[in-house]
């Protein structure tokens, strides 16, 4: 079992940054591929980024590329995401998901999620 918590949330103005930070509990966080995903009001989750087990891939959404940056430090068991130029679009709450299968990377099927964080970027 792993149990996963966001924090860093919070209301920033349009062009701003936030870090997000995600932190497992256990001692295999490293054989997990980490993501990121965010759902808004009234829509359907949506990924966000990604990043393999040793960290040396990473992968984000056409909508965020450029402006995201997903990183992990495996020795911390934490998964960060830097979000900066934020828009109001990128407002939503923001989960972060553990999963071991290869195969998976920005489908839902994570085997494991945090409650979220809330993200809400003003114009």
């Known amino acids: 079992q792993v149990q996963l918590v966001e924090t860093g949330g919070g209301l920033v103005q349009a062009g701003g940054s936030l870090r997000l930070s995600c932190t497992a509990s256990g001692r295999t966080f490293s054989s997990y591929t980490m993501g990121w995903f965010r759902r808004a009001r009234g829509k359907e989750r949506e990924f966000v980024a990604a990043?393999?087990?040793?960290?040396?891939?990473?992968y984000h959404a056409n909508s965020v590329k450029g402006r995201f940056a997903i990183s992990r430090d495996n020795a911390k068991n934490t998964v960060y995401l830097q979000m900066n130029s934020l828009k109001p679009e990128d407002t939503a709450v923001y989960y972060c998901?553990?999963?071991?299968?290869?195969?998976?990377?920005?489908?839902?099927?994570?085997?494991?999620w945090g409650q979220g964080t809330q993200v809400t970027v003003s114009s």
């Open positions: 990043i393999r087990q040793s960290g040396g891939s990473t």
């Open positions: 998901a553990a999963v071991r299968s290869i195969m998976v990377l920005s489908t839902p099927n994570y085997d494991y």
